[in-house]
């Protein structure tokens, strides 16, 4: 089993910035990429973006694209999203997850974390 630790989320203005984290407690193949992904209330998840751990490769869902920035620290076994120019919009639970298939969808990603929410007050 994979567990996933997240951390950063709160209340901010509209137009501030936040960095979620997300840790894995073990990296293997079943962890090869991690995304994040957010949810309103009685909606479906949402992609947002997601990397991977060897070469970084990223992919943004259209929500995400030239405002958030996902990445890895490797060394400290961590994944970020960080997001800049936040709107009101963007109020959301977000969920780290984990997985071994280079996808959008929630279904290629066996493991979450609780989800951490996110609200900006415009």
């Known amino acids: 089993q994979v567990l996933l630790t997240e951390s950063g989320g709160g209340l901010v203005q509209a137009g501030d910035s936040l960095r979620l984290s997300c840790t894995p407690s073990t990296r293997t193949w079943r962890t090869t990429v991690m995304a994040w992904f957010r949810q309103a209330p009685g909606k479906e998840r949402d992609f947002v973006a997601a990397i991977t751990w060897s070469d970084h490769m990223t992919n943004y869902g259209a929500n995400a694209r030239g405002r958030f920035t996902i990445s890895t620290d490797n060394a400290r076994n961590a994944v970020f999203l960080r997001m800049d120019g936040l709107k009101g919009e963007d109020t959301d639970v977000y969920s780290c997850?984990?997985?071994?298939?280079?996808?959008?969808?929630?279904?290629?990603?066996?493991?979450w974390g609780q989800g951490i929410q996110v609200a900006v007050s415009s």
């Open positions: 997850a984990a997985g071994s298939t280079w996808a959008v969808t929630p279904e290629n990603y066996p493991y």
